[in-house]
């Protein structure tokens, strides 16, 4: 077992043999084209009903003998169209949208109808999901899917490296072209056709312009190939330039101003030699005027102006312009001005342009204004744009939260950006309804998470990472689901059926933001963690004195970003009314959000009536203490799941429970310098039955000095000697 399997392993059930009865011995796929959804419906059904219950079905694929079911059990896949047209409509099926289902396995036909190929498969896998779990009932029921956009997001280089990405190389590109194997691609839209996902990115958002040689393009409509029979859509990021870089075979221009003619054309050209290759292509992600990227700004034109570039040669063949909302100027921003605030731009860059979008495109915004940092509030240009379509970008990969070393569940912290209320209109207006369109009436929205897989067995980089991929696809097919459900579901599939295994692995999940939380930066402080670049382990002290604006503002006496509108930044009054009231005042704003709305003192009490450096001494020993059970927990299932997937967590899992430790002295100690103030419990600073590395013999170490310094006791640490 060595994950690559993912959550489809269809491993036996226990007392498979019970069932054999009752379970069909044909499958008729209404489809005879190898390239077809439903042929792989086919294929997966005979596969799983195999490998979970030892039983071998007849597949049959293509149209039944015309008006006769077969006379012996079966289960029948295929579109609902392609099921009326070979045996008469049937009455009790809802309404299917696009990539809906109707799954039925009553009687003597199990039915898996979907509205289009692709739902066919979703029908397919559902069932194939149950039976994996165990679960023979009868069912008898149609599903729709809650927004039409579920698209991953790829930050793979040319190169082959992955931006962000921590399990390998990457399943697309190597040395500057698209790689000649692409068996993990095909099995990555496996996967992600079990989850619905219905489009990947397959290039970073800083794109490179290469990729739209004619060359490259061949390539990319390779892995368009063998993601087709998966209803999986290709789409690219594109780096706003590309007109005016050296791309091969392609016209070099002098400008890539987005109102020049020949710079649209450029484009057409770029996008009709797409579709030439790729007719279902997906369409554009676009990152520009973000972090020292080219765009529209940079010839004074707008960003709406920008999208246009790319709407309109899209708009004939009906591909989508996915415009990312994660604008703003690093260079600019200045610390010393109280009212610089990195968290301001987005709103002030969209909303002066809203409704001035084609209807093809979508704004992307990452969930919270800043930067998937551990906690931040949903963006509020979620409310601000309604003549917008827009989409939520989530990060499953875990860039800021421990890169698959320490283990995060991010679920419950989508559900919470997803279940907040923003109050447009003083009106019900959940995150979750905003980007499916229902909330202000829009044709397209949806998710995009940045999913970043490699090379590696394990996709991600660890096996429990994998819950993350799991759950973004059933979150945005359904955001109303509850997140663990969608964990235990994973965990049986995954793992076992062993109850004592789901439990210890809920346990741990449902526990691990949270501690993460503590340990990394709470009350809403965000993720105190190296900004410049690593984005990993405890820097509190980069957070300030850079032109990122990711600010904490701590000195001495006080600490946290004052975003009101009487005395900071403003960012609070960009929500609607309601939601701007309560983040104004220091009274209405919950405690894990306080340092990220106001600077207090340390001194200053919060509502559990401890002071703000208490609590973060207090919460950095709880986190990291909760840290530490993790790995008793998953040393409980040692014999209850498989040795190798066991032990290749428990190294992380010890690794994550010493990192712990480190973080929450590099935490506690910066503070309790910055502010002189002692920890009430005594435990800050004072480690008795800590023996120092240094002071032991050293035999082949030699002495290194940390930075930042807070990361070590005492600033040091060893290294081996020959480390330069
Ligand atoms: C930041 C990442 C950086 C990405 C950027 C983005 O550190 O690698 O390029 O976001 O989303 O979080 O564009």
Request: hydrophobic share 35%; aromatic share 12%; net charge negative.
């Amino acid at each position: 077992e060595n994950g690559l399997a993912g959550w489809l392993r269809y491993a036996p059930i226990p007392g498979a043999a019970h069932h054999h009865g009752s379970l069909p011995s044909h499958v008729v796929a209404l489809n005879d084209s190898t390239i077809s959804p439903v042929y792989t419906a086919g294929q997966e059904l005979e596969r799983g009903i195999r490998s979970i219950f030892g039983k071998s079905c007849n597949v049959h694929y293509g149209h039944f003998p015309h008006g006769h079911l077969p006379g012996f059990s079966s289960v029948v896949v295929g579109t609902l169209e392609a099921y009326s047209d070979a045996y008469g409509d049937l009455t009790d099926v809802p309404e299917l949208i696009e990539g809906g289902f109707w799954l039925s396995t009553k009687g003597q036909h199990v039915q898996i109808l979907g509205q289009n190929e692709r739902g066919t498969l979703y029908g397919a896998f559902e069932y194939l999901s149950m039976l994996a779990q165990g679960n023979t009932t009868e069912v008898a029921y149609a599903a729709n899917p809650d927004a039409p956009i579920r698209w991953t997001n790829e930050w793979d280089n040319m190169d082959g490296s992955i931006e962000r990405g921590f399990a390998g190389e990457s399943i697309f590109f190597a040395d500057g072209g698209i790689v000649g194997n692409l068996t993990r691609a095909a099995e990555y839209a496996r996967l992600l056709a079990s989850i619905r996902i219905n489009a990947v990115v397959v290039n970073n958002v800083n794109a490179n312009a290469t990729l739209l040689s004619p060359q490259n393009l061949d390539g990319l409509a390779r892995i368009a190939d063998v993601f087709r029979p998966y209803g999986v859509q290709v789409g690219i990021s594109l780096y706003f330039s590309s007109p005016a870089s050296a791309v091969p075979g392609r016209a070099s221009l002098t400008t890539f101003d987005p109102l020049d003619d020949t710079v649209k054309s450029w484009w057409g050209n770029v996008t009709r030699d797409i579709y030439q290759r790729i007719p279902d292509f997906a369409g554009y992600l676009v990152k520009a005027n973000s972090e020292g990227q080219p765009g529209p700004l940079t010839y004074n034109r707008t960003l709406a102006e920008g999208a246009a570039l790319f709407s309109k040669p899209l708009q004939p063949y009906g591909g989508i312009v996915m415009f990312r909302a994660f604008v703003y100027d690093y260079q600019t921003l200045n610390e010393s001005d109280w009212t610089a605030d990195r968290a301001n731009a987005a709103v002030d860059y969209f909303r002066p342009l809203d409704g001035e979008f084609d209807n093809n495109v979508v704004i992307q915004i990452k969930y919270g204004p800043i930067d998937f940092q551990v906690r931040e509030p949903a963006s509020p240009l979620f409310a601000d744009i309604p003549n917008s379509n827009t989409a939520i970008e989530l990060q499953i990969t875990q860039e800021y939260l421990g890169q698959q070393c320490h283990l995060l569940y991010w679920a419950p912290l989508w559900k919470e950006i997803l279940d907040t209320d923003l109050r447009a209109d003083n009106k019900a207006s959940y995150v979750k309804d905003i980007v499916s369109g229902q909330r202000f009436n829009k044709p397209l929205g949806g998710y995009a998470g940045v999913s970043n897989v490699g090379m590696n067995d394990t996709w991600l980089g660890s096996h429990l990472s994998m819950s993350n991929l799991y759950a973004f696809g059933r979150l945005a097919w359904n955001p109303s689901q509850d997140v663990v459900d969608i964990l235990q579901d994973w965990t049986r599939l995954t793992f076992t059926l062993d109850t004592s295994v789901i439990d210890t692995i809920t346990q741990m999940s449902m526990e691990s933001w949270p501690a993460y939380e503590n340990y990394s930066g709470n009350l809403g402080i965000q993720t105190l963690t190296d900004i410049l670049y690593t984005h990993y382990g405890p820097n509190p002290q980069s957070q300030d004195g850079n032109s990122w604006g990711q600010w904490t503002r701590a000195d001495g006496f006080s600490i946290g970003m004052d975003r009101t509108v009487s005395n900071g930044t403003g960012f609070a009054g960009q929500y609607p009314d309601e939601v701007a009231q309560m983040y104004e005042d220091i009274a209405t704003t919950p405690d894990n959000l306080l340092l990220w709305f106001h600077h207090v003192n340390y001194t200053h009490v919060l509502k559990s009536g401890v002071s703000v450096i208490q609590d973060f001494y207090d919460q950095h020993y709880a986190g990291a203490q909760t840290a530490q059970t993790f790995v008793t927990a998953w040393n409980s299932l040692k014999g209850k799941i498989d040795d190798e997937r066991w032990t290749d967590q428990l190294f992380r899992q010890v690794y994550q429970a010493g990192h712990s430790i480190v973080w929450r002295d590099a935490i506690t100690n910066f503070y309790h310098n910055l502010s002189g103030i002692p920890d009430e419990a005594g435990r800050v600073g004072n480690y008795p039955s800590r023996i120092e590395a240094e002071s032991m013999t050293l035999d082949g170490y030699k002495l290194y000095e940390v930075s930042p310094f807070e990361a070590a006791s005492n600033y040091t640490a060893i290294v081996t000697s020959s480390n330069t």
